[in-house]
């Protein structure tokens, strides 16, 4: 199993009387100092949600009320203790259809992420031979790790 090298900690409440609260805050753990980039965080709301009103405190976020479709285009996040101190949050209210049932189950969160010069796979090189080449290459490898289409899941 890899450790992904970014938390989330989730509040999405449902209440009676067509309202509801959505909470998410985001933050770095095991980058060795490196910083994670390109971090989105996509969620495909109930057919109940009508609206949602979020505020972001990093970053953009959009809610397609046609398709139910939630996007936090966070960006960047340091690592360091300094950033870490205001993390990356999203906060606001959801709003219900009026007499629909609350939804069975909150939404699941995917998320998207860069993370340059670190493999979280643990794979490194430790040397590449090439025989026929009349060039000698560079010294060193460049590690990336990349999380696309949302195939990293959070069930909240």
Known sequence: AISIPLYVKHNIQFREGSSGRFELTVGPKQT????????VI?????KSVLNCTLTPTQGKCT???VKKYLVWDIGK?????????????????IVLTTGQPLPESNPVLNVRFTLNQI???????????????????????????????????IRT
């Open 32 to 39: 060795m100092g490196k910083t994670l980039e390109a971090v």
């Open 42 to 46: 996509e969620c495909s709301m109930p």
């Open 63 to 65: 809610f397609d009320p």
């Open 77 to 93: 996040i340091e690592s360091n203790t300094q950033a870490a101190a205001r993390l990356p949050s999203l906060r606001g209210n």
């Open 119 to 153: 493999a979280i796979s643990g794979i490194r090189v430790q040397r590449v031979d090439m025989h026929g080449e009349k060039y000698k290459p560079f010294k060193g490898v460049k590690y990336i790790t990349t999380v696309k289409n949302g195939r990293f899941q």
